[in-house]
């Protein structure tokens, strides 16, 4: 199997707290996981990529600093949402990837849906 | 022009029917194509994956896949209620990022 867990699976918290999210490969090393996030009726969008032991790549438009991602080990990956706002309320999805040649498949957590009262 | 294109639908399908979802890509150096299941208010589920051109089968689902028309589209035969989900056709383009599109909600009518 392939399975990908995350937590909390929900979280609500005050304006300006910060927020981690863990992401887990239960049964396989990943050597690349990825953090999306997810608004209602919209499709996923990537916001970082992040390598065991490396720092992330983020994409265009998502702050680095707002967005704390560590990869420390193959089964193991955290986002902290920092000083988080109303706007950062969302759907926050991890996969993971074992990254074998040829088959790049990617395998979703359940999500962790963020709110920011 | 998006990168990864759907309907969006809603697409509606009485049960026991095939249900046929379209996607077309923009990259032409794109490797790898998923196809995963959204529920409402969970995370994708992978469904099918497919490399080659040509068709993929695995058991009520059928990938097809033409990288010379830039598209790849997924059957469900004997569509069931159950199936009722947004259908998200994913693509690794040549920077190896996976793209999404912005999926076909499918209903199955019982």
């Known amino acids: 199997g392939a399975v990908v867990s995350q937590h909390p699976s929900r979280v609500i918290c005050k304006s300006g707290t910060s927020v981690k999210i863990e992401c887990r490969s239960l049964?396989?090393?990943?050597?690349?996981m990825f953090w999306y996030r997810q608004f209602p009726k919209k499709s996923l969008m990537l916001m970082a990529t992040?390598?065991?032991?490396?720092?992330?790549?983020?994409e265009q438009g998502v702050e680095k600093d707002k967005f704390l991602i560590n990869h420390a080990s193959l089964t193991l990956s955290t986002l902290t949402v920092t000083s988080a706002h109303p706007e950062d309320s969302s759907f926050y999805i991890c996969?993971?990837?074992?990254?074998?040649?040829?088959?790049?498949?990617?395998?979703f957590g359940p999500g962790t849906r963020l709110t920011v009262l | 022009q998006k990168e990864v294109e759907q309907n969006s639908g809603p697409l509606s399908v009485p049960e026991g029917a095939i249900a046929s979802l379209n996607c077309t890509y923009s990259?032409?150096?794109?490797?790898?194509f998923f196809w995963y299941r959204q529920y409402s208010g969970k995370s994708p589920e992978l469904i099918m994956s497919?490399?080659?051109?040509g068709d993929k089968e695995d058991g009520r689902f059928t990938a097809q896949l033409n990288k010379a028309s830039q598209y790849v589209s997924l059957l469900i035969r004997d569509s069931q209620p159950s199936d009722s989900a947004t259908y998200l056709c994913?693509?690794?383009?040549?920077?190896?990022?996976?793209?999404f599109g912005s999926g076909t909600q499918l209903t199955v009518l019982p």
């Open positions: 990259d032409r150096g794109s490797q790898s």
């Open positions: 994913a693509v690794t383009g040549s920077a190896r990022q996976l793209t």
């Open positions: 992040s390598n065991e032991g490396s720092k992330a790549t983020y």
């Open positions: 497919i490399y080659s051109n």
């Open positions: 996969s993971a990837s074992r990254g074998q040649v040829g088959t790049d498949t990617q395998y």
């Open positions: 049964d396989f090393q990943a050597t690349t």
